[in-house]
């Protein structure tokens, strides 16, 4: 009965006055991070005319989707959607299936000279991609692959391997092998136990890989603006930093865009967020 009765603390006092004030920190950070969503938002549904003019409003007075048909109406920015979503999809894919192999043949087999692998692994991330321009777009140039979107997905793949593959190793080394040895006694093979066993105990761990390399395949603009010159195949950060011209900025435009291709990652984060957290936080501690 008392646990019934019990009243509830006020939220800002001094007996929770750590989480109370995280909460009011995390409310103005969230204030500050959304603003210029929500900016961007409003600014898509102005005509051209309330967009330029110098009396700000916060809300158009003659709200207007011409923008967003615009964007429709031209297959050249819709090509820039079709090229960002398959080279996005391609590319994870193909790093889910090469990181969670590599992350099980590290966790569990003695690899001669692994442990120098991973420190190579840890190595690769201590760089700035942009010191790889000019050697990667020599080697497109070399292996034919330059103006085709399988440069897009190889860069990709090269540049967010290496941490997927270390972050779903910390996920295999959280399984204890009695788990695998008892399917083994079972007569289930190698790899059916890691399909069947394994594979479904880390899917939190692919979750957030698949995530992680998604996002930022989605978002990845230095390698596509120089691996591809032609504009049939020029992705969604090309196409948005195409709206900013010499003599003027096209902010209609820009900001339709920017909302639209702010849509996908949006909606797949959002459904698999709890994965993703859960993902970040449990394959950080080995059992």
């Keep these: 009965m008392d646990n019934h009765m019990r009243r509830r603390k006020p939220l800002f006092s001094a007996v929770n006055f750590k989480e109370s004030y995280i909460f009011l920190f995390l409310v103005v950070w969230a204030v500050i ?23 700000l409003k916060w809300l158009p007075k003659n709200p207007t989707l011409e923008h967003y048909k615009a964007i429709f109406a031209d297959e050249k920015i819709m090509r820039f959607f079709l090229n960002t ?60 692959l ?7 997905v190889v860069t990709r793949v090269v540049f967010y391997l290496p941490f997927c593959t270390l972050m779903i190793k910390s996920f295999f080394d959280s399984i204890p092998k009695d788990l695998e040895e ?42 596509s603006v120089t691996v591809v010159s032609r504009d049939s195949l020029r992705t969604i950060t090309v196409g948005l930093a195409s709206q900013v011209g010499e003599y003027g900025v096209n902010w209609g435009t820009l900001m339709a865009m920017s909302m639209m291709s ?19 936080t449990a394959g950080a501690v080995k059992a």
């Design 33 to 55: 991070v959304l603003f210029p969503l929500a900016w961007a938002f409003l600014a898509s549904l102005k005509p051209r005319e309330e967009i330029f003019t110098l009396d």
């Design 85 to 144: 979503i398959v080279t996005s999809f391609l590319s994870t894919f193909v790093i889910v299936i090469l990181a969670t192999c590599a992350g099980y043949g590290f966790s569990r087999y003695n690899i001669k000279a692994g442990r120098a692998a991973l420190v190579v692994l840890v190595a690769c991330q201590m760089f700035p991609p942009i010191m790889f321009i000019v050697p990667y777009f020599v080697l497109m140039k070399d292996m034919q």
């Design 146 to 152: 330059y103006n085709t979107l399988g440069a897009l």
């Design 182 to 223: 008892a399917a083994t006694v079972d007569g289930c093979s190698q790899f059916g136990t890691f399909i069947r066993i394994i594979l479904p105990v880390v899917r939190t761990g692919v979750v957030t890989i698949f995530i992680f390399s998604f996002l930022n395949s989605w978002n990845e603009f230095l390698f």
């Design 262 to 280: 702010l849509a996908p990652p949006l909606i797949i984060f959002m459904s698999m967020q709890k994965y993703f957290i859960r993902g970040l």
